[in-house]
Structure formats: C-alpha cells, structure tokens
C-alpha cells in the first residue's frame, strides 16, 4: 500500500487561510469516507483534527476543517496561528481492511 | 480520562525482537480497537497493524506480515506488540492508538523508540 500523497510543506503569514491536500486512489480516499487529519508538534504524538473527512472532535478549533473530492482530500486552516505550525498527516481507510498514513506536510507560519 | 501508557524505551540487536506493551484505561477495553503506528526518525507516519480487543482478531500491514504479532490481555487491558528480526530500518518511535469510530485514531499512547543497533 503506497503512502497518500501530500505536498512537503505549506507555508503563510498569521490570519491567512491555507490548504493542504492528500491524494490517493479509488481504493482508499476516493472510496471511502474515512479520511482523518492528525497534527503533530516535535516529540509529541499525534493529535486527531478531522475524522470522516469533515468531522472535527470536541475540542479542535473550528477554524480546522475537511472536505473531499474524488480522490483527494483537503485540510483547511484559516485564520493560521503560530501554534498551528506543525507536521500533518492524513490518514484512510482502505479496501484491504488496512489503514494508510500520507506522506506529511510541514506548516509554517511566517 | 482515556490513557494509553507505553512501556520504555528499548534498544536490541539486529535478528532481536521487541515486545512493547500499551496499558490502557478510562474506556470500556473490548468495545474499541487498538492501532500500531510507527514513525522513524524525520519520517511519516506507518501504520503496521490492528487488533480488535473483544475478540483478538488481527488484520498486519503486508509490510509488516509475517515479522509482527499483536495481542492483548483482558485482564490487564493491556496491548502487545512484537515485532521479529529487527533490524536497523526499525529503529522508530512505536505508537499505540486507538480505533475510534471506524475510521480514525483518537487516543494516542506517548511512544516508545525503539532503537536497533549492533
């Protein structure tokens, strides 16, 4: 199972918007709608921001949101904020009954 | 609060296994599953495998098959994972998480490094 795909980095200035994307194929992203965001700080474990493509657990800022086009999902931060810079990955479920990670994406606040 | 502790770092020789343990609490143990995740140093996110915790059922990453093995004692709501033939590419930070929902990992345990050198 080849890792989803996602760009390196993405980068903006505080109170900007930025998107990060996630590809996949027909058999993981595109055909399900089970695709999670996870953040994660240096050193820590990762943390759940999105689940079920749009979904956003009890207590992550409404500011974080998901959606989903065929093969591709995105995670939407607006308004960025210096804590937000972190690594993210998104994750799916699989028709093999297995889960896939994406490749990571770096965000910098500037 | 749900909490998911590890056990402590490790460090084994090539051709060694390591077994590290992943007590759980705050949650009713056989209603959810428990999801192995690792990351290698400045690496992504791998999932290796899961274990459903009512029944012990097991589904391994095809990269992992063969070489892994998760388990789980009731009694303690405790999780195992053993992972054979080490070798240097395995040194990592082992997660365990937790299954939420059907889709998604919600609880996370602090990790282990594992650290395999001659």
């Known amino acids: 199972q080849s890792a989803l795909t996602q760009p390196a980095s993405v980068s903006g200035p505080p109170g900007q918007s930025i998107t990060i994307s996630c590809t996949g194929t027909?058999?993981?992203?595109?055909?399900?709608?089970?695709v999670s965001w996870y953040q994660q700080h240096p050193g820590k474990a990762p943390k759940l921001m999105i689940h079920d493509v749009s979904n956003r657990p009890s207590g992550v800022s409404n500011r974080f949101s998901g959606s989903k086009s065929g093969n591709t999902a995105s995670l939407t931060i607006s308004g960025l904020q210096a804590e937000d810079e972190a690594d993210y990955y998104c994750s799916s479920y699989t028709s093999s009954i297995t889960y896939v990670f994406g490749t990571g994406t770096k965000v910098t606040v500037l | 609060q749900v909490q998911l502790v590890q056990s402590g770092a490790e460090v084994k020789k090539p051709g060694a296994s390591v077994k590290v343990s992943c007590k759980t609490s705050?949650?009713?143990?056989?209603?959810?599953?428990i999801h192995w995740v690792r990351q290698a140093p400045g690496q992504r996110l791998e999932w290796m495998g899961w274990?459903?915790?009512?029944?012990?059922?097991?589904k391994y990453s095809q990269k992992f098959q063969g070489r892994v093995t998760i388990t789980r004692d009731t009694s303690a709501s405790t999780l195992y994972m053993e992972l054979s033939s080490l070798r240097s590419e395995d040194t990592a930070v082992y997660y365990c998480?937790?299954?939420?929902?059907?889709?998604?990992?919600?609880?996370w345990g602090q990790g282990t490094l594992v650290t395999v050198s001659s």
């Open positions: 027909s058999s993981d992203v595109g055909g399900y709608n089970y």
């Open positions: 705050g949650y009713t143990f056989t209603r959810y599953t």
């Open positions: 998480t937790r299954g939420g929902g059907s889709s998604y990992f919600d609880y």
């Open positions: 274990i459903n915790a009512a029944n012990g059922d097991t």
